[in-house]
């Protein structure tokens, strides 16, 4: 059964600050990651997605890097700003279903102080 | 391009009462998911439709829980009767096949 962790469970930053998310997963088979945002009382927005046969996606100031055979995934934000606080989360489309059937971490609280 | 909508985006009940939550997908969008994310923790998926087939609801507790999408497009999720850790925000998602996710606003759900 595919296991989905995320640490830290929260992180507080100042502004300008680059930081990384760590994601990782117990099942490498996996057909690809997607790191979403979170934002209080909202849905989740998508920010990257990196299928397995990929080792990095950009966005922005976002960059995300997919280690299959360790497990892990990270996100890093560069030059943080207040806007980013969210919470951040990590979620593994596994390989042997015929779908999409995302397993989700509990996620990052970040919080960027001015 | 419209996004995945969901409503009622509130929802107060009594525990043993029935609700009924909507979702419309992005158009085009064959794929289409009902998540359940609890306080603290990240979502967790109830049942995946693929146009109006149930591809997987191995997580749906099906002796309250029930899904339908009719036509392929919009689909409900009801509970009945429903408990006190139903209490939870209910997320739609949207896809074409096995691509990225889109989500809805979700529906917050308190059972008293």
């Known amino acids: 059964k595919q296991e989905v962790t995320q640490i830290p469970a929260a992180l507080s930053v100042p502004e300008g600050e680059n930081l990384v998310l760590n994601c990782s997963f117990t099942?490498?088979?996996?057909?690809?990651l997607q790191w979403f945002r979170q934002d209080p009382g909202k849905g989740l927005t998508s920010l990257l997605l990196?299928?397995?046969?990929?080792r990095e996606q950009t966005s922005g100031r976002l960059n995300a890097s997919l280690d299959k055979s360790s497990g892990r995934s990270t996100l890093y934000i560069a030059a943080s700003q207040p806007g980013d606080s969210a919470t951040y989360l990590c979620?593994?489309?596994?390989?042997?279903?015929?779908?999409?059937?995302?397993?989700f971490g509990t996620g990052t609280r970040l919080l960027v102080s001015p | 391009e419209a996004g995945v909508a969901q409503s009622p985006r509130y929802k107060i009940i009594e525990k043993r009462q029935s609700v009924a939550f909507w979702c419309n997908p992005i158009?085009?969008?064959?794929?289409l998911y009902w998540y359940q994310q609890i306080l603290g923790q990240g979502p967790k998926l109830l049942i995946q439709?693929?146009?109006?087939?149930?591809?997987?609801d191995s997580q749906l507790p099906k002796d309250r829980f029930s899904a339908e999408r009719l036509k392929g497009v919009d689909s409900t999720l009801k509970i009945q009767p429903a408990k006190l850790e139903d209490s939870a925000v209910y997320l739609c998602?949207?896809?074409?096949?096995?691509?990225?996710?889109?989500f809805g606003p979700g529906t917050r759900l308190t059972v008293t």
């Open positions: 979620a593994v489309g596994p390989m042997n279903t015929g779908f999409q059937k995302l397993v």
């Open positions: 158009s085009g969008h064959a794929t």
């Open positions: 990196i299928q397995s046969s990929q």
């Open positions: 439709f693929q146009n109006n087939g149930v591809v997987d």
């Open positions: 998602a949207s896809s074409w096949d096995r691509d990225e996710q889109y």
């Open positions: 099942d490498s088979a996996i057909y690809n």
